[in-house]
């Protein structure tokens, strides 16, 4: 989730933000929003920052239920990420290095982000 080169970056976001729905094929280019949404940099940045805060405040000994949302966070992150440059590598990051919940020690972002930033 993490686009460094700033000429892609500004034609996915272009893509992205002439697209109906933020995902998919771009189509006429809206006007701009009164308050833009972030741009898939500041979308990228922002999401690590958000999970691995989430890492940092992990319970040390988790309940089934906090496990079990932890996973359908990401799970659900996944399927829904905006970013169509970004998502299906997020999607097959998770698929093969499904989240590890049992504890905080386990829940670590940084595994995930090494193999999205690439």
Request: charged share 20%.
């Amino acid at each position: 989730m993490c686009i460094r080169d700033s000429k892609k970056a500004k034609r996915i976001n272009k893509a992205f933000f002439a697209s109906s729905s933020g995902v998919g094929a771009a189509v006429a280019e809206p006007a701009a929003p009164s308050e833009c949404p972030l741009d898939v940099e500041e979308l990228g940045n922002a999401t690590w920052r958000f999970l691995h805060t989430t890492a940092a405040y992990y319970p040390l000994e988790p309940t089934e239920t906090q496990k079990q949302s932890a996973v359908q966070l990401i799970h659900s992150l996944a399927q829904l990420y905006p970013c169509p440059i970004c998502a299906p590598d997020f999607r097959e990051a998770v698929s093969n290095h499904p989240p590890q919940v049992a504890s905080r020690k386990e829940f670590v972002m940084c595994r995930l982000t090494q193999l999205t930033k690439s």
